[in-house]
């Protein structure tokens, strides 16, 4: 490739917001380790910030026993929500005329890269703090008395945090729970006997990330699990609970009037629901010393 060819592939005078959010938005499908959890029924409804999209949740239907008596029929009112979409987030950088020509990679795509990274932080850490909506009958642990998790007892609670969604009617046919962990908590996982390896798990089921599974819980991994006060908050669920929907609703590049320098900027709008609180349950844990 020549000289002339390679500035060109890194020059910002070629950039096409169109492409660029394309490709943005594949990175995202692929790598936000939440976006595996949720469900995105509502995502074509949106173009703004402030929208709200109506979720509808049917209603449950009572079977009687059939006697000597006429059919009786019930109402049903079916539950609606709103889904919101209030979060809104922008990246915006420069990158001047000489670090283009300097660079000798495809500084375009390393920089949707970054930014890929960046929203994925904070959706995941957005997505994760949806553990505030669990139900106490579905939580393990106490914000009090965190359970001490190692590797010896970490099988034993994440059984108990798959029976919370069993005893809950989450883990129905076709629904395959998930759960979610930091690196500290693998690393205790990883020690356990119990644990599956994804190398192991013998059906093709095993959702896209997942390292494994335990407790019939596929096991996904995010760094943004952070802990709050010394403690964590694991979550773990069916795709069922949260509704997920967000939209890059502008990417774009402008010359810098005042140095030799472009300028890209994009904005990236988000909203979640809980839409089926009793389809979560979370294992409130703190590690060992």
């Known amino acids: 490739m020549s000289e002339n060819a390679i500035s060109?592939?890194?020059?910002?005078?070629?950039?096409?917001?169109?492409?660029?959010?394309?490709?943005?938005?594949?990175?995202?499908?692929k790598e936000c380790v939440?976006?595996?959890?949720?469900?995105r029924n509502y995502e074509g409804e949106i173009a703004n910030q402030?929208?709200?999209?109506?979720?509808?949740?049917?209603?449950?239907?009572?079977?009687?026993t059939l006697g000597s008596s006429n059919i009786t029929y019930d109402e049903l009112e079916p539950e609606s929500q709103d889904l919101i979409i209030d979060q809104k987030k922008f990246f915006a950088f420069k990158i001047n005329d000489i670090a283009q020509v300097q660079s000798n990679t495809d500084i375009m795509l390393a920089h949707?890269?970054?930014?890929?990274?960046?929203?994925?932080?904070?959706?995941?850490?957005?997505?994760?703090?949806?553990?505030?909506?669990v139900e106490q009958a579905n939580t393990v642990g106490t914000d009090e008395v965190p359970i001490v998790l190692?590797?010896?007892?970490?099988?034993?609670?994440?059984?108990?945090?798959?029976?919370?969604?069993?005893?809950?009617d989450a883990m129905t046919s076709g629904l395959r729970p998930w759960v979610v962990i930091n690196p500290i908590i693998e690393s205790y996982l990883l020690q356990s006997s119990e644990f599956i390896t994804a190398y192991n798990v013998a059906d093709t089921t095993l959702r896209e990330?997942?390292?494994?599974?335990?407790?019939?819980?596929?096991?996904?991994?995010?760094?943004?699990l952070t802990d709050v006060d010394g403690k964590y908050y694991v979550l773990a669920g069916t795709n069922d609970a949260i509704t997920f929907a967000s939209q890059l609703a502008k990417i774009e590049s402008l010359r810098d009037k005042d140095s030799f320098s472009d300028l890209v900027r994009?904005?990236?709008?988000?909203?979640?629901?809980?839409?089926?609180?009793?389809?979560?349950?979370?294992l409130i844990v703190k590690t060992a010393a």
């Open 209 to 224: 990330g997942a390292i494994g599974r335990i407790a019939g819980m596929d096991v996904l991994v995010s760094t943004n």
């Open 150 to 168: 190692d590797k010896t007892t970490i099988y034993e609670q994440f059984v108990k945090l798959a029976l919370c969604l069993k005893n809950s």
């Open 8 to 29: 060109a592939n890194n020059s910002y005078s070629a950039f096409i917001p169109e492409i660029w959010s394309q490709q943005l938005n594949k990175l995202l499908e």
């Open 34 to 39: 939440m976006l595996q959890c949720v469900n």
């Open 112 to 133: 949707l890269a970054n930014a890929r990274k960046a929203i994925e932080e904070v959706q995941d850490a957005y997505l994760l703090a949806m553990h505030s909506n």
């Open 266 to 282: 994009g904005l990236y709008l988000y909203g979640a629901k809980t839409v089926q609180p009793k389809a979560l349950a979370k």
């Open 50 to 64: 402030g929208d709200t999209v109506k979720i509808i949740t049917p209603a449950k239907v009572k079977v009687s």
